[in-house]
Nanobody, 117 residues
Framework: QAQVVETGGGLVQPGESLRLACAVSGSLFEFFTMGWYRQTPDNERELVAQITRDGTTTYADGVKGRFTISRDNAKATTYLQMDSLKPDDTAVYYC???????????WGLGTQVTVSS
């Protein structure tokens, strides 16, 4: 069964940047559309960015122009570069497969991002 491990979170001030990484083992990573999701205690998990196997990217309206998703198929890793961070970006960030009707991988533990002055 595939294992997903997210890293790179932390505490930053508004306007600063973070780069998250998600390593996926034991799967056909290179064939998957991958996504970054985030969740706060009061909200459902939401998809913020996704990248197809050929590199086509899509972003939620609230992060367009600030977040950049990328992937390295050789390392079975997807990244999320987050710039100009805002307090509203505070959440636990997860990665997983994206797309309608796909079977999700087992969710990892996520990585906490906190944006606060």
């Amino acid at each position: 069964q595939a294992q997903v491990v997210e890293t790179g979170g932390g505490l930053v001030q508004p306007g600063e940047s973070l780069r998250l990484a998600c390593a996926v083992s034991g799967s056909l990573f290179e064939f998957f559309t991958m996504g970054w999701y985030r969740q706060t205690p009061d909200n459902e998990r939401e998809l913020v960015a996704q990248i197809t196997r050929d590199g086509t990217t899509t972003y939620a309206d609230g992060v367009k122009g600030r977040f950049t998703i990328s992937r390295d198929n050789a390392k079975a890793t997807t990244y999320l570069q987050m710039d100009s961070l805002k307090p509203d970006d505070t959440a636990v960030y997860y990665c997983n497969r994206a797309g309608i009707g796909v079977t999700k991988l087992n969710w990892g533990l996520g990585t906490q991002v906190t944006v606060s002055s």
